[in-house]
């Protein structure tokens, strides 16, 4: 298992859009994929868990990642939350 965390810097949060965004871009991974914000662990292939668990801007997340692709799935996750995730 790899993990790493990250604050959320995205204005509006983990809504519909960039929760979408995450979770499509994690489902090609083997690897299981979660998000843990504010004692939550949510599922980051499931853009309806994103959604649920309310994660706001400012807000500490770590993702974990746990399978054959872990490191590769752990990259592409950080990199789409530092980037905005297209927001």
């Known amino acids: 298992m790899v993990s790493?965390?990250?604050?959320?810097?995205n204005g509006s949060g983990l809504h519909m859009r960039p929760a979408g965004v995450l979770a499509s871009a994690m489902v090609p991974f083997a690897s299981d994929v979660t998000i843990v914000a504010a004692g939550k662990e949510v599922n980051a292939k499931s853009l309806m868990a994103i959604v649920a668990a309310g994660i706001k801007c400012g807000t500490e997340v770590e993702v974990r990642c746990e399978g054959a692709d872990e490191q590769a799935a752990l990259d592409a996750a950080i990199q789409l939350i530092e980037s905005g995730l297209g927001e």
Do not use: E, G, K, V
Not at 4 to 9: A, D, G, K, P
């Open 4 to 9: 790493q965390t990250i604050t959320l810097t």
